[in-house]
T-cell receptor, first 111, second 118 residues
Framework: GEDVEQSLFLSVREGDSSVINCTYTDSSSTYLYWYKQEPGAGLQLLTYIFSNMDMKQDQRLTVLLNKKDKHLSLRIADTQTGDSAIYFCAETRGSARQLTFGSGTQLTVLP | NAGVTQTPKFRVLKTGQSMTLLCAQDMNHEYMYWYRQDPGMGLRLIHYSVGEGTTAKGEVPDGYNVSRLKKQNFLLGLESAAPSQTSVYFC?????????????????FGPGTRLTVL
């Protein structure tokens, strides 16, 4: 089910910032993740944030977490054509350490 | 290290045929997962395993069976394929890295198997 929600598409110009948004429903989630999927490939972890943090920065990536609103965002600064991919947010659930994924946001970077 | 590998990469089946998808990982991970990916629906968990000899149902288990006889391998079987099972199938594995909480779950994904059922 769509317990983790994302918009399906985002287009930005090369050099601009991209912001991909995600809402989740499980307030007990301890870790939230952003995965990247390049065409024809599997998913790869991009970054993660622990639930007691509001923000995490990693080079061009900034993750913001608003626990009150159950909102997670990923900002990519100076977006490049190589950033074109599908981005999935995910949360850890269950004792078996399952991940629940959003539907994915297709980011297209225009020259 | 090869990481997570999947066999085959592509397959076309006729309705009613059976097949097995193989996932192998060389990272000595305890946890392994099978997902299907359909357009606009993200990844949905089919079955998973928390260790050798164990399997459990995920979100969409109907029509699939799994086995984990060896720690490094996780097999997904379709006994009687249906067109609704046309999808891209991903295998993933994970473990508990030291220094992070037990709930931390970075999963390592294989390249996927594209299955078409006619």
């Amino acid at each position: 089910g769509e317990d983790v929600e994302q918009s399906l598409f985002l287009s930005v110009r090369e050099g601009d910032s991209s912001v991909i948004n995600c809402t989740y429903t499980d307030s007990s989630s301890t870790y939230l993740y952003w995965y990247k999927q390049e065409p024809g490939a599997g998913l790869q972890l991009l970054t993660y944030i622990f639930s007691n943090m509001d923000m995490k920065q990693d080079q061009r990536l900034t993750v913001l977490l608003n626990k009150k609103d159950k909102h997670l965002s990923l900002r990519i600064a100076d977006t490049q054509t190589g950033d074109s991919a599908i981005y999935f947010c995910a949360e850890t659930r269950g004792s078996a350490r399952q991940l629940t994924f959003g539907s994915g946001t297709q980011l297209t970077v225009l020259p | 290290n090869a990481g997570v590998t999947q066999t085959p990469k592509f397959r076309v089946l006729k309705t009613g045929q059976s097949m097995t998808l193989l996932c192998a990982q060389d990272m000595n991970h305890e946890y392994m997962y099978w997902y299907r990916q359909d357009p606009g629906m993200g990844l949905r968990l089919i079955h998973y395993s928390v260790g050798e000899g164990t399997t459990a149902k995920g979100e969409v288990p109907d029509g699939y069976n799994v086995s984990r006889l060896k720690k490094q391998n996780f097999l997904l079987g379709l006994e009687s394929a249906a067109p609704s099972q046309t999808s891209v199938y991903f295998c993933a594995s994970s473990d508990s890295p030291p220094g992070l909480r037990r709930e931390y779950n970075e999963q390592f994904f294989g390249p996927g198997t594209r299955l078409t059922v006619l």
